[in-house]
């Protein structure tokens, strides 16, 4: 139909297309090295910060960011990395992070770190798996990486028994190949810095710059796209952590975590020592607890709970207000025979710490009646709760926590379901009924 | 005189054996305050209640006979599991969630809480099938003189004369399921189990043949504890080098 020539002309545009495209995915991922002056970048202010300050403020900042939790295996040393991350793409694992020559950071200097953190690349170059949250890192200065890599500088050199698998080991392919990794990073990466708003106070740019970058916050507190990317840092509207499967509530909603009701002493005092009236920290944000936010600086908590309060504020205003009638509806059609049910297991296994009237204990066992975390539209976190059970974060301030009995081996999935019906249409609680089939996937979901 | 104090007596000891019958109803009663624990009180059984949901009231053992009681084991080495689980040394998912969130020195309070409970043993469960007597007898041989020829110690030599432990580090072996005895050996077997390095526990295992595990599985869990099974005080003698446990230091201090 087309003369030859045509299909040549044809086929030499698409040859061109997809170099210039090759061309400027290469550019982009490697644009560290075309920045004016890379080699000039501002070795830092480091001469006027001296070593201790330096390492001191690096502290904070490394328990700002809970880096040593990720970087570190389960009874291994610490920073020396092999922890397992599950993504639906495959697994990665974290990297030694101790100044060990040969597997950590040994040969490192402050811009190879910098470089890390800003530009989510390697010393060698390599396209790093944005399981590292350099999405949030890109967002810290110079100047707080310089105190992280001397603070990491200060742990001990430790050597991996077995090489650490890189991820394009251990990532199904081709997700981990680099140019899987490059094509990525064009379509959702994009260096950045954090910028002062200006009409702003400096504590919640603070508050915004911590959230935001080091504590990557919405690394959790935000829905993925089928890519596994987020689509802002300062997106925190919820979400389902994928294989962990447990939902971090959305921040900024009223229904959900209701930031926007509480005081911000109160968001200080959930992340300081993992729960403030009816809100507890369960599941991962339990371990985020334990490890990161309780220590943090009362400057810095208040800080981040201002900034949230404030995001939560502002959405809240745009939130329509009352839920609707169809949740109403859906109470009016669960069969007595499961509220029956539902009602004896209450009263068999829940009744005795969470009393007759879902009020709880105070100060041991949290009401169920109109808790956040009972009316959240997913099940996912009160499906965990009863099939593990499990203990609150032991903090400073709640060093002895009272915990909860698993059932997964007691309770079969009708019966959770059903209790957990039960409790979300009692007391004034009026949402959607849990179904043994939800039960059932998020119980096969989980490992042994 | 002498009669009114003799019947003094008498009736003191009747009204002592009236109101401990009483008491023994009391807590033998289903509705009883203690079987249900309607009345919270801000005490360490109640804070424990995760754990003896699965482990028994008191920590008296679980009645499915897998899990392991925790009453009066030595506090060291409950602490020790404890921590095993949160390093991973042991693996079970359902544990290593509950200890995860918990500080090394709640860990320790709960440890103590179980260690300090004095409950009696229940007698050893008979085998419902018969056990051979060549079983038991190699069985006991393992467990009270070891095999010198394969280097083996007695199970004795670490874990107190009488098998009801060392404190503070060393369990006591007997009033256990033989469920959970073949799990657990299993499990050093397969390395699911292991403590902290030096493992003498693991090196033992590994000199032991599966058939070897089950017989002195087998005969420890036939045996009726003694009457006093507090774990020993102090060690009898030294473990012999080059044996060291990690997990119990103390056994080879005394060694040259």
């Known amino acids: 139909m087309f003369p030859?020539?045509?299909?040549?002309?044809?086929?030499?545009l698409w040859v061109v297309v997809a170099g210039l495209l090759g061309v400027a995915i290469l550019i982009d991922n490697h644009r560290d090295l075309f920045e004016s002056g890379s080699q000039a970048l501002p070795q830092t202010s480091t001469a006027s910060q001296n070593d201790t300050t330096l390492a001191e403020n690096g502290k904070q900042l490394l328990q700002l960011g809970n880096c040593l939790t990720c970087h570190t295996a389960r009874?291994?040393?610490t920073g020396a990395g092999g922890r397992a991350f599950e993504t639906p793409f495959g697994k990665v694992y974290s990297s030694n992070i101790t100044p060990d020559l040969k597997h950590g950071l040994g040969s490192w200097n402050a811009h190879d770190f910098w470089r890390a953190l800003h530009f989510g690349k390697s010393k060698d170059g390599r396209l790093l798996t944005p399981v590292f949250p350099y999405q949030h890192t890109t967002l810290i200065t110079r100047e707080d990486s310089d105190a992280l890599f001397a603070v990491l500088k200060s742990l001990e050199p430790t050597a991996n028994l077995k090489p650490i698998l890189k991820p394009s080991e251990t990532l199904d392919w081709p997700y981990g190949t680099s140019t899987a990794l490059a094509v990525w990073r064009s379509l959702f990466f994009t260096p950045g810095t954090y910028v002062q708003q200006v009409n702003q106070t400096p504590e919640w740019n603070r508050g915004a710059y911590i959230a935001q970058g080091l504590a990557h916050c919405a690394a959790c507190h935000s829905e993925r796209n089928a890519w596994g990317a987020l689509a802002e840092v300062s997106d925190f509207s919820g979400g389902l952590m994928p294989v962990l499967n447990w939902y971090a509530p959305s921040l900024t909603s009223l229904q959900e975590t209701g930031l926007a009701s509480k005081s911000v002493a109160e968001i200080v005092r959930f992340l300081k020592s993992g729960q403030s009236g009816q809100a507890l920290a369960s599941g991962p944000m339990a371990e985020v607890v334990k490890h990161s936010t309780q220590h943090w600086r009362d400057e810095d908590l208040t800080a981040v709970s201002i900034y949230l309060q404030e995001l939560a504020l502002k959405v809240s205003r745009n939130e329509p207000k009352a839920p609707t009638n169809s949740d109403k509806k859906s109470q009016a059609n669960t069969s007595p025979k499961v509220l029956s049910l539902g009602a004896k297991i209450y009263e068999k296994h829940c009744e005795q710490c969470h009393q007759n009237q879902g009020q709880g204990i105070p100060g041991a066992y949290p009401s169920l009646a109109k808790n956040r975390a009972v009316l959240l539209d997913d099940p996912t976190n009160l499906v965990q709760a009863v099939l593990y059970g499990g203990y609150p974060a032991a903090t400073q301030l709640n060093p002895r926590p009272f915990g909860m009995p698993p059932f997964i081996l007691t309770l079969d999935d009708r019966e959770i379901a059903a209790v957990l019906t039960h409790l979300r249409t009692q007391w004034g609680n009026q949402v959607k009924e849990v179904t043994p089939l939800q039960v059932n996937r998020i119980r096969a979901l989980q490992g042994p | 005189?002498?009669?009114?104090?003799?019947?003094l007596k008498l009736q003191g000891t009747l009204q002592a054996l009236f109101a401990g019958l009483l008491l023994g109803l009391l807590c033998l009663s289903p509705g009883s305050v203690w079987a249900q624990g309607k009345a919270f009180k801000d005490d360490m059984a109640e804070r424990t209640r995760a754990c003896t949901a699965c482990h028994g009231e008191q920590g008296r053992a679980g009645p499915d006979g897998y899990y392991p009681r925790l009453a009066g084991k030595p506090a060291g080495y409950l602490?020790?599991?404890l921590k095993n689980f949160q390093e991973g040394r042991r693996h079970y998912n359902l544990m290593a969630r509950m200890v995860d969130p918990l500080s090394d020195a709640y860990l320790q309070e709960i440890a103590d809480h179980f260690a300090h409970l004095k409950l009696?043993?229940?007698?050893?469960?008979?085998a419902t099938e018969r056990i051979s007597d060549r079983i038991l007898k190699q069985g006991k041989k393992l467990a009270l003189e070891g095999d010198s020829s394969r280097g083996i110690p007695a199970c004795n030599t670490c874990h107190g004369t009488h098998l009801t432990g060392i404190q503070p580090n060393v369990p006591?072996?007997?009033?256990?399921?033989?469920d959970y005895l073949n799990a657990q050996l299993g499990a050093w077997q397969t390395l699911q189990r292991k403590a902290t390095a030096p493992d003498c526990m693991s090196d033992i295992v590994k000199r032991l043949a599966s058939e070897d595990l089950v017989a002195v599985a087998t005969w420890l869990s036939t045996q009726n504890t003694p009457l006093s099974t507090a774990p020993s005080l102090k060690i009898s003698a030294p473990l012999k080098a080059p044996w060291r446990c990690g997990s119990a230091p103390e056994l080879s201090k005394a060694q040259s």
Do not use: H, K, T
């Not at chain 1, 030859?4 to 030499?12: A, E, I, M």
């Not at chain 2, 006591?172 to 033989?178: D, E, F, T, V």
């Open chain 1, 4 to 12: 030859v020539r045509f299909w040549r002309y044809f086929f030499l």
């Open chain 1, 75 to 77: 009874g291994g040393v």
């Open chain 2, 172 to 178: 006591g072996l007997l009033g256990l399921p033989l």
């Open chain 2, 120 to 126: 009696p043993y229940p007698p050893a469960v008979q």
């Open chain 2, 1 to 7: 005189m002498f009669c009114l104090f003799s019947n």
């Open chain 2, 79 to 81: 602490f020790n599991q």
